[in-house]
């Protein structure tokens, strides 16, 4: 009898599985009475947005909710894309005074050529708390280090170890930090590398002054000497294997590194910070006829007019408004409002550090506070980073076809009451915990008799 039933039972279930397959609205989530911000366009006060195949199908006032199709109502919250960091070290960092932990960083052996994306970890514990503030995919930038017992902090630097001139033995310097990946943050997923070698990462100012055991002049020297190694190597590689080329400053693999830069395929992300700096960036570009991503310009507001007829973006922190340094003593709170008046492109940072990705879109609002078009603050967290790191064609918007990295907000995003309910990425809910939560529910849990550690 039970074996007659369970046949039975598999006969319904083989019955049914080809009708579900059919079904167009299988696995299709609809989102509906949500304030719709695509970002691409204009707000959309009362609509729906349905998943499918993670991706967008349709979105809008008049789009209805597939028969069959799983219905979230969002009782008026707010649907944006997800969020990206522009540039940040979570997947390659953990805890950022233990250097066991921090991959974010190469020593003296390489510099343009670390390539940051085989740092990544899909298993971070920062990940989810990343998820949890609306944020589904960051560009993974290295930082300068090298030798030395001393570090410098500063707010877009990350840490920097103290570089010793000439430390690696031989060759100049290594000026360069290395290559930026961009990576997705789903939940499960193995590989969460989007895309890898996006750009190489240079420090001018103090720290790049600091690398170059001399001062800013020095740095610049040394960088448009490494872009003329570069353009030599690639024109002359087989003299090279050869050795009847003359002695480059840099290993073969950090030119190697350095060709699609001088190429103009590669941009530098260049961590900058005084006025007289971003200048001496703005003219190292123009005369090295290189892309460039400005990072910091807390002093851009000053240059602003410049910067935008450059036509380079800026990667900011809004929140940095005080004199930590002495290349930072123009920093202000409208910066960001500024820098977009004359026309630049703007995308706002949490921090780099990981602990403060949450306070993206929050650092967004203050900017947003202090004179910055509210669309503006919104893109700046979303379409303009993906647009930065040449993601835009898959995700920064809410547009038909893209990848559903979805975020529904109880409220405003730029508010600091407001929370994300939920994250979607490729259309799939993404898990509401984290580090902090799992240890909450673990010892919230009864201890059954047993020590606290052995929970």
């Not at 369970?6 to 279930?13: K, V, Y």
């Not at 510099?111 to 298993?123: E, K, L, R």
């Amino acid at each position: 009898m039970i074996r007659s039933f369970l046949l039975t039972s598999a006969a319904c279930a083989a019955l049914a599985a080809p009708a579900a397959a059919q079904n167009p609205a299988s696995g299709t989530i609809a989102i509906v009475n949500a304030r719709l911000e695509p970002i691409s366009g204009p707000a959309i006060a009362s609509g729906t947005i349905i998943l499918r195949d993670g991706k967008i199908a349709a979105l809008g006032a008049g789009v209805m909710a597939p028969a069959g199709a799983t219905v979230i109502d969002a009782k008026g919250g707010v649907v944006t894309p997800g969020l990206i960091a522009p540039s940040s070290n979570l997947t390659a960092s953990e805890i950022s005074g233990v250097r066991e932990t921090r991959d974010d960083g190469t020593g003296t052996a390489l510099s343009a050529a670390f390539d940051i994306s085989y740092s990544v970890n899909p298993a971070s514990p920062m990940i989810g708390l990343a998820r949890d503030g609306g944020i589904t995919a960051s560009a993974v930038t290295p930082v300068l280090s090298g030798v030395g017992g001393g570090s410098h902090e500063h707010a877009d630097d990350g840490v920097v170890e103290e570089m010793t001139a000439g430390a690696s033995g031989s060759g100049d310097p290594p000026l360069f930090g290395g290559q930026a990946a961009f990576v997705r943050l789903q939940a499960g997923d193995s590989d969460l590398v989007e895309a890898s070698k996006l750009a190489v990462t240079v420090s001018l100012g103090e720290s790049g002054a600091r690398a170059a055991g001399g001062s800013r002049g020095a740095s610049i020297v040394l960088i448009k000497s490494a872009l003329e190694d570069a353009r030599a190597f690639a024109r002359n590689r087989a003299a090279f294997e050869q050795g009847a080329t003359r002695d480059y400053g840099l290993s073969r693999l950090d030119l190697q590194a350095l060709i699609p830069v001088v190429q103009g395929k590669t941009p530098l992300l260049v961590r900058v910070h005084r006025a007289s700096d971003i200048r001496l960036a703005l003219k190292l570009a123009a005369e090295e006829k290189v892309r460039i991503i400005l990072e910091g310009a807390e002093e851009g507001w000053v240059v602003a007019a410049e910067i935008a007829r450059a036509g380079f973006p800026v990667i900011l922190d809004s929140q940095a408004n005080l004199p930590d340094s002495f290349e930072t003593l123009g920093s202000r709170l409208d910066n960001a409002a500024k820098l977009h008046a004359a026309g630049v492109t703007v995308a706002i940072n949490g921090a780099r550090d990981f602990n403060n990705l949450r306070q993206e879109r929050l650092n967004a609002g203050l900017a947003v506070a202090n004179g910055l078009p509210y669309a503006a603050g919104l893109a700046s967290v979303t379409l303009v980073p993906a647009k930065i790191w040449g993601m835009d064609g898959k995700i920064g918007s809410l547009e038909v076809g893209k990848a559903a990295d979805v975020v529904l907000w109880t409220g405003d995003p730029l508010e600091t009451t407001t929370w994300a309910e939920k994250v979607f990425i490729a259309g799939v809910e993404q898990p509401k915990d984290s580090r902090q939560t799992q240890l909450r529910d673990r010892y919230a849990a009864p201890d059954n008799g047993m020590p606290v550690a052995y929970r």
